[in-house]
C-alpha cells in the first residue's frame, strides 16, 4: 500500500493522472470505475516524482528561489530509507506506528499523533542528510512512548541517539527548506 496520502477524484477520463498542486497536496484523477488497487499500485510506482515535486514546493521562498541542494537519494531509494529507519527504530524503541506518511510541511519536519498513531514527514527530508532523516524519524517515534517535550522524551531521544543535537543543528541551518511553502506566507 502506498504511504502517501492523496485526494481521489473520480470522473469519466479514461486515464490515470496524479497532480501535485501548489500547496504540495496531491491529486490523482481517475476513471470512474478502476479498482483502488490499480490506483494504488500507479501511485507507488510515481512516488519518488511525486515527492521530488513536493520537495521543490517545500523549498520555494517567496523573495528568491533558492537552488536546491542535490537529492540525497537515488530512484525509490527514499521511500525504502524511511521504510528501514521507522522498522529499525520502532524495534529499539519497543514501539508501533499506525501510519507513516510523506506530505509537505511548511513548519516541521515531523509531526505525530500520538493517539491513533500516526507519523508524518516532511518531504523536504529527501534533501537533508541521513542523519537528520533519522534524528526526526526517532523524534517522531519517540512520542509514541512520551507525547511530549519532557526531560524523559528527551531521555529517551538522547539514548537512541547521544548526538541529536549536533543532528538538530544540522537541521536547523536547512530549515529555509521548508519555511514558505504555503503561497500565502
Ligand atoms: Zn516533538
Redesign the pocket.
Known amino acids: 500500500m502506498s504511504a502517501l496520502h492523496y485526494i481521489l477524484t473520480r470522473s469519466r477520463r479514461k486515464t490515470l493522472a496524479i497532480h501535485v498542486k501548489p500547496d504540495g497536496a496531491v491529486e490523482v484523477r481517475a476513471p470512474l470505475r478502476l479498482a483502488k488497487a490499480e490506483i494504488e499500485r500507479f501511485v507507488t510506482l510515481k512516488t519518488d516524482w511525486i515527492l521530488k515535486k513536493q520537495a521543490q514546493i517545500a523549498a520555494r521562498t517567496p523573495a528568491e528561489a533558492r537552488e536546491l541542494p542535490p537529492l540525497q537519494y537515488a530512484q525509490g531509494e527514499f521511500g525504502q530509507t524511511v521504510r528501514k529507519l521507522i522498522t529499525t527504530w520502532e524495534q529499539q524503541l519497543g514501539v508501533e506506528a499506525a501510519f507513516v506518511g510523506i506530505r509537505v510541511m511548511t513548519t516541521r519536519w515531523?509531526?505525530?499523533t500520538a493517539k491513533t498513531r500516526r507519523i508524518r514527514l516532511n518531504a523536504a527530508l529527501a534533501y537533508c542528510p541521513r542523519e537528520c532523516l533519522e534524528y526526526v524519524v526517532v523524534?517522531?517515534l519517540?512520542?509514541l512512548r512520551e507525547n511530549n517535550?519532557s526531560p524523559r522524551?528527551w531521555a529517551v531521544v538522547a539514548d537512541a541517539l547521544p548526538d541529536y543535537q549536533e543532528r538538530q543543528k544540522t537541521l536547523k541551518s536547512l530549515s529555509w527548506l521548508l519555511c514558505a511553502a504555503s503561497p500565502t506566507s
Do not use: P, R, W
Open positions: 515531523g509531526s505525530c523524534h517522531e519517540a512520542h517535550h522524551f
